[in-house]
């Protein structure tokens, strides 16, 4: 069967070498998720990716860094990524680090000694949907974790040496959710060490389960209001040094920072005060795009 799934990538990962591992999900159970939908979960053998890194390995600087494309290819098993990294290897033997998408599940499958000789054969970080912080929340959507599932495997990533980046969706738990989501969201990450930590705005898509759930009004969506109060929420919240990255079109408002930066946290959390006192519900409604939500 040919892979059709179009290959994505995180902005960070835009000078890097994509190389495609898996198409589909594993899991593809979240209820707010399109990305993978209507993809069956296949991947590559490591001749294919052979081939691929043979015909694209060139264009790119010796030490690239290399983004392994697909939804959570580190579901595969250690052995088969342990593969995938010495053909990488063989063919660009300088490479900087590899990295890839995967599930909190996917981590905990596999054991610290599979950990540490993916890591120190290139792997280094991962991509990680823990989403938000709240136990309620996560299982509303399915998500296939639970927070105190996520600290745990976070921190064997640590004791690994692979470093991660965790995304987190500002109004996931629907309307009235915001503040018990920012609050429990950082109190996760607190306890962990993400590089890098961004947000989206959670967006009802068609043709997904959220989206029937909204239509029979069993999920109400939290206001673009509510949303940014989240966001106030989880920063005054978060205590960790980590980078903060907050530009997405599906972010009611755009921001980037250093957490221990002081000066630069409290001009955002004035300009969110500003924001939320000046603009009313209607203007904050039209600061974000998420009616391209169903031309995707
Ligand atoms: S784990 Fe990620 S890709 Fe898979 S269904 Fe959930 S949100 Fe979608």
């Known amino acids: 069967m040919p892979f059709t799934e179009p290959a994505m990538r995180p902005p960070q990962e835009a000078r890097s070498l994509l190389l495609r591992a898996t198409q589909g999900c594993s899991y593809n159970k979240c209820y ?3 990305v993978s939908r209507g993809y069956p979960f296949m991947a590559v053998t490591p001749e294919q990716l052979e081939r ?3 015909t694209r390995g060139a264009l790119f600087p010796a030490d690239t860094a290399i983004y392994l494309t697909g939804s959570n290819p580190f579901a595969l098993p250690a052995k088969t990524l342990l593969n995938y990294l010495q053909v ?16 909190i599940g996917d981590i905990a499958g596999k054991s610290i000694e599979e950990l540490r000789e993916l890591c120190r ?4 970080h991962l991509y990680i949907g823990t989403e938000n ?3 309620g929340v996560l299982r509303r959507m399915n998500k296939g974790h639970t927070a105190a599932e996520a600290v ?3 921190l064997r990533l640590d004791e690994a040496g692979i470093t991660y980046t965790t995304f987190y969706i500002l109004g996931m738990g629907g309307k009235g959710m915001g503040h018990v989501s920012g609050e429990a ?4 990450f607190n306890q962990v060490h993400p590089q890098l930590i961004t947000t989206t705005g959670m967006t009802v898509f068609a043709h997904t389960p959220l989206a029937e759930m909204a239509e029979r009004g069993t999920f109400i969506e939290a206001s673009e209001r509510e949303k940014i109060e989240e966001l106030q929420t989880f920063l005054r919240e978060l205590t960790i040094d980590v980078f903060y ?9 755009n921001y980037r920072f250093a957490n221990r930066d002081e000066t630069a946290k409290r001009r955002v959390l004035e300009d969110i005060d500003d924001v939320l006192r000046s603009c009313s519900d209607e203007e904050l409604e039209k600061m974000v795009s998420r009616h391209l939500k169903n031309s995707l």
Do not use: K
């Open 245 to 253: 990255d907050g530009v997405h079109y599906l972010n009611p408002l």
């Open 133 to 135: 912080g709240d136990d």
């Open 121 to 124: 054969m290139g792997l280094r």
């Open 152 to 154: 745990e495997q976070l």
């Open 88 to 103: 990488l290897r063989r063919h660009v033997p300088q490479f900087r680090r590899v990295s890839m998408q995967s599930r």
């Open 52 to 54: 691929d890194v043979i």
């Open 185 to 188: 969201t950082a109190r996760m």
């Open 32 to 34: 707010f998720c399109y």
